[in-house]
């Protein structure tokens, strides 16, 4: 993806777009197979990593959006399509 952006479209907005999501991602499985059980005891038992894991998820699934959207976003010419 990196040669992709950078190489062919010359863009870096989306790979950070991309790091992000790949941080938020490695955070997630941290949270919900290291930190669960930590989590779980400090809150009371009230939140547990499985809710905050899906939180970050949520978080990296629409990072991975913009990313795509900014590299499939277009400059239009309203002239053009407008007889």
Same mark, same amino acid.
């Given at each position: %993806? @990196?040669?992709?952006?950078?190489? /062919?479209?010359?863009?870096v907005?989306?790979?950070?777009?991309?790091?992000? @999501? $790949?941080?938020?991602?490695? /955070? /997630?499985?941290?949270?919900y197979?290291?930190?669960?059980? =930590?989590?779980?005891?400090?809150?009371? %038992?009230? =939140?547990?990593?499985?809710?905050?894991?899906?939180?970050?998820?949520?978080? @990296?699934?629409? =990072?991975?959006? /913009?990313?795509?959207?900014?590299?499939? $976003?277009?400059?239009?010419?309203?002239?053009?399509?407008?007889?």
């Amino acid at each position: %993806m @990196a040669y992709v952006l950078l190489g /062919l479209l010359k863009e870096v907005r989306p790979l950070w777009y991309y790091i992000l @999501a $790949e941080i938020l991602f490695v /955070l /997630l499985q941290l949270d919900y197979f290291l930190l669960s059980r =930590v989590i779980c005891n400090g809150l009371s %038992m009230k =939140v547990d990593g499985s809710f905050i894991a899906t939180l970050l998820e949520i978080l @990296a699934v629409v =990072v991975i959006y /913009l990313a795509w959207r900014s590299i499939t $976003e277009d400059a239009w010419e309203d002239e053009a399509y407008h007889p």
